[in-house]
């Protein structure tokens, strides 16, 4: 007889024994040691640790912005050191990044940052429309469609790039410090978003350096510290 099958959980993404070394001249600095770690699909992980810790560096890793200097990294089944430009690029329309920073273009209103990506990554014209509102209304920025960054509280700036992230409506969703810049109040409102992203079935990923952040969050956090993962909890 043979055994019940074992049901693998989906890996949304797996990292084995992953380094990364930046060379700064003739000096190296270890961003990233010994780093091991998988994430399911569907599951809210908080990446924590202090500035400098090498969170950035890690999630660059994710979407291949940078390349480990030893080990494996799997996100989505693709193994990133043998994809090839193609898939590459399909990877990176199944992930939505958001930064600090909402980096939105200053001379665009919200509605056209939103509808500039998609533009970008191929989606079809007449499903343009739908989608741009959809994330909007996801954030609660319908009403400023029209507006221009400049005329954004940070926090609708930082909500209008989560828009941008999600319109494309990503697997994975990872975002760096996406309250840095905020106060409680709209920090809280961001936090709200992305928590609403998730339940809608996206994996997430969140790096922070505010412990109170990772705590409110309450869900499995990494914790990182001089490149090293130091805890896997919650
Ligand atoms: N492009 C780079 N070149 C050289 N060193 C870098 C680079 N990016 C990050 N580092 C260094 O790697 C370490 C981790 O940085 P980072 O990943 O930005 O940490 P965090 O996001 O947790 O603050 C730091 O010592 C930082 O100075
Ligand atoms: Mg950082």
């Known amino acids: 007889m043979t055994p019940a099958a074992i049901i693998e959980p989906p890996a949304m993404m797996e990292l084995h024994r992953v380094w990364k070394v930046y060379s700064v001249g003739p000096v190296k600095v270890p961003a990233l040691s010994d780093v091991s770690f998988q994430v399911t699909k569907g599951?809210?992980?908080?990446?924590?640790?202090?500035?400098?810790?090498?969170?950035?560096?890690?999630?660059?890793?994710?979407?291949?912005?940078?390349?480990?200097?030893?080990?494996?990294?799997?996100?989505?089944?693709?193994?990133?050191?043998?994809?090839?430009?193609?898939e590459v690029a399909a990877l990176r329309r199944s992930i939505g990044v958001v930064f600090q920073d909402a980096r939105l273009l200053p001379g665009r209103t919200v509605y056209e940052n939103v509808a500039f990506v998609l533009r970008v990554l191929g989606t079809p014209r007449r499903e343009i429309t739908a989608r741009v509102f959809e994330a909007l209304r996801a954030v609660g920025l319908s009403a400023r469609a029209q507006a221009y960054p400049a005329q954004l509280s940070q926090g609708e700036a930082q909500r209008a790039a989560l828009a941008r992230a999600i319109a494309r409506k990503p697997l994975l969703l990872i975002a760096d410090e996406p309250t840095g810049n905020l106060d409680e109040g709209m920090a809280a409102e961001v936090l709200d978003v992305i928590r609403d992203v998730w339940a809608g079935?996206?994996?997430?990923?969140?790096?922070?350096?505010?412990?109170?952040?990772?705590?409110?969050?309450?869900?499995?956090?990494?914790?990182?510290?001089?490149?090293r993962l130091l805890k896997d909890e919650g």
Not at 44 to 71: C, D, M, Q, W
Not at 201 to 227: E, S
């Open 201 to 227: 079935g996206t994996t997430v990923l969140v790096a922070t350096h505010q412990k109170a952040l990772a705590r409110t969050l309450r869900r499995r956090t990494l914790t990182l510290q001089n490149g």
């Open 43 to 86: 599951e809210f992980v908080t990446l924590h640790g202090p500035s400098g810790a090498g969170k950035t560096t890690l999630l660059r890793l994710l979407y291949r912005e940078e390349i480990p200097s030893e080990g494996e990294i799997q996100v989505l089944g693709l193994d990133l050191a043998r994809a090839r430009r193609g």
